[in-house]
């Protein structure tokens, strides 16, 4: 029988019963020795406390005072010879010598006042080293996630599920590799697993490329609604399109292949999941310099939403299950898409945006904060939107909504006669429209921060599309010639500039836009955040600057021209690190640039080039066109040389 299977009340302080009653409970070797052997004693007659144990435990009362030797009967001859009326025995206290002084307590010391651990436990229970003794009990609700070690711990502590044995929960609690160094909190009682090349593509996904569209469900909400209907469609899209921001290695040609398999399998269900899908893997192919194949799945994409309905108020509402956030979700699919069709048509020129003339009737999506914590609002619509000037209602439209203003007016530029040289009259006319949108935005809208001083990546591509839709409108019948840039073709084919009467109203039009979208780069938030789109734009702004910095007379801003193409070329860098239009739209931009540097290198060495200039005028400007091209060289330099 366990020896530790009995309570601590079994054990007497003083009896009259035997020795083997006596110390019942005390130990397994108290109980267990062989009944008849004797105590060794030294010379001096002092018991070696080294030498086996005594058969007899202890001696009775009487034969103690007289050190004698006792039997240990009870009860013992002597008594019974000299017919003593009581043989009481006692627990004998040989060898202790009292407490220590200014001694350590042994923390592995049980103690006999201790209460035993439970039946079948014994040495597995945990023992605290260098701990102080305190109450064991824990305030409610205290487990290894709230764990303070700056409280006392006590000597001994029920068996946790975190340590299986005495060892490991020494380790645990005396140096655990998961306390945060700077303030000593346990954060995590067991370590995680490391997440697999799926969960970090997931993760990528949310971080980077969701903000720039953000229509699929918040990451939770959508795992969750994962379990209980197949999206493995679009689950596989968001892991492919998350592997081009992170090293993942032949995982990504997988990841790709199983979305392409995915999304055209022909059981595949027609259904709002399967445009997210679709529009996560055409940015995904357009970024990546797939632009045929993303153009084919656009057309196919395009057709599925047209068929199925969600440019339709009702579709929201019958396929939302009475979940205010899925029915958002399927609000900004929509416009998402529409948004999406008509960046590519705008920025590539190759496409008409079809969806621009479906006349939907969709609610305008909420403000991002809303969404994420599914406050949702009730919609409003675009006519709403159109409306407000003259409604004389003071309503807030999200920044989602400024967004699709935005394109919108991106699709009635498209709509222009003449194949994109439109007239005076109608360049005026889309121009009150581009200069209407930015002067009634609110005051919370004017740049592409919020209210915490957050980037605001739906207002971010709103006034991204409308400085671009600015130099496309106006360059056409600008004095920039463009012939400077005729090779950078990342984008969009290259388009001679036709002369005209009215070019300087035209030029400051696309040098102020240009000016802004450099400025966009300033912002301190990864460039690789920004919808993949931003390349494109990049790529206008550039042209624009590589233009006038191509002009043979002098520019008394050119050392800020030479600023503005700087932080081109640095952006088109940061962003040719996932996207291979961008690395094209860079090298195309800095072997214009080099031109121009040699062109103008030439022009200087002519006398007659500097007359009129002062001799600190031609020293700066010789020396600010070396300087850029040899930071311009560095730059791409050290991009070509990062991992």
């Not at 010379?43 to 007289?66: E, H, I, M, Y």
């Not at 839709?469 to 106006?474: E, K, P």
Request: glycine share 6%.
């Amino acid at each position: 029988m366990d020896s530790y299977s009995q309570p601590a009340s079994a054990t007497p302080s003083l009896s009259n019963g035997s020795p083997t009653e006596l110390f019942n409970g005390l130990g397994p070797d108290m109980s267990s020795q062989p009944p008849h052997s004797t105590p060794t004693s030294t010379a001096s007659g002092a018991v070696d406390p080294r030498a086996p144990p005594n058969t007899v435990q202890a001696a009775c009362l009487a034969c103690r005072a007289k050190h004698l030797k006792c039997d240990g009967k009870n009860p013992c001859s002597r008594c019974r010879t000299s017919e003593s009326g009581e043989c009481v025995y006692v627990a004998s206290r040989r060898g202790y010598k009292g407490p220590r002084r200014n001694g350590a307590p042994n923390p592995n010391k049980r103690h006999a006042s201790d209460s035993p651990p439970d039946a079948g436990v014994g040495d597995s229970c945990p023992m605290l080293l260098g701990r102080a003794t305190v109450s064991t009990a824990a305030p409610p609700g205290m487990g290894m996630a709230t764990f303070n070690p700056a409280l006392a711990l006590p000597e001994s502590s029920p068996v946790t599920p975190f340590a299986p044995n005495g060892l490991n929960s020494l380790q645990l609690y005396s140096r655990n590799p998961y306390l945060d160094a700077t303030n000593g909190a346990l954060v995590e009682a067991t370590p995680r697993p490391p997440q697999t090349v799926p969960e970090r593509c997931i993760d990528s996904f949310y971080y980077y490329f969701y903000p720039g569209h953000p229509a699929v469900l918040p990451k939770e909400q959508l795992l969750k609604v994962a379990k209980e209907r197949n999206l493995d469609h679009l689950l596989a899209a968001m892991r492919w399109v998350g592997s081009l921001y992170v090293d993942v290695g032949p995982a990504r040609a997988t990841f790709f292949e199983e979305v392409m398999r995915l999304v055209y399998s022909p059981d595949v269900i027609k259904d709002g999941y399967l445009v997210q899908a679709m529009v996560i893997l055409l940015i995904g192919l357009d970024g990546s310099c797939q632009q045929e194949k993303a153009r084919d799945i656009l057309s196919d994409v395009e057709r599925i939403a047209i068929e199925i309905g969600l440019y339709t108020r009702a579709f929201a509402t019958m396929h939302g299950g009475g979940i205010p956030r899925l029915e958002e979700s399927w609000r900004r699919t929509w416009w998402d898409l529409f948004v999406v069709d008509g960046m590519v048509a705008g920025v590539h020129r190759q496409t008409n945006f079809l969806l621009f003339d479906i006349v939907a009737d969709v609610g305008l999506p909420c403000e991002e904060h809303e969404y994420k914590s599914g406050s949702i609002p009730r919609p409003m619509y675009l006519e709403d939107f159109d409306d407000q000037v003259f409604s004389g209602e003071e309503r807030e439209f999200s920044s989602f909504a400024y967004r699709v203003a935005s394109i919108r007016n991106l699709g009635r530029m498209m709509r222009l006669p003449n194949g994109g040289f439109p007239n005076e009259e109608n360049v005026n006319r889309i121009e009150s429209l581009l200069s209407n949108w930015r002067m009634h935005l609110p005051a919370s809208k004017r740049d592409c921060l919020n209210k915490n001083c957050e980037l605001d990546e739906m207002m971010f591509q709103a006034h991204m599309i409308n400085h671009a839709c600015s130099i496309i409108l106006h360059q056409p019948l600008s004095q920039l010639d463009s012939s400077a840039t005729r090779d950078v073709t990342a984008c969009a084919p290259h388009r001679a500039v036709q002369s005209g009467d009215n070019f300087n109203l035209h030029t400051r039009h696309i040098i102020t836009a240009a000016c802004e979208i450099s400025k966009m780069v300033t912002y301190n938030v990864p460039i690789t955040s920004h919808t993949h789109f931003f390349t494109c734009v990049l790529t206008l702004s550039s042209i624009v600057h590589l233009s006038k910095w191509a002009l043979e007379y002098f520019i008394h801003d050119e050392d800020d021209l030479r600023q503005q193409i700087r932080l081109n070329i640095g952006a088109l860098n940061k962003l040719s690190g996932v996207w291979k239009a961008a690395s094209n739209a860079s090298g195309q931009v800095r072997g214009v640039a080099q031109e121009i540097y040699r062109a103008k290198k030439a022009q200087q060495s002519n006398p007659s080039f500097w007359v009129g200039f002062t001799q600190e005028e031609i020293l700066s400007s010789v020396a600010a066109d070396e300087n850029i091209m040899s930071e311009i060289d560095t730059m791409l330099t050290s991009s070509a040389s990062a991992p």
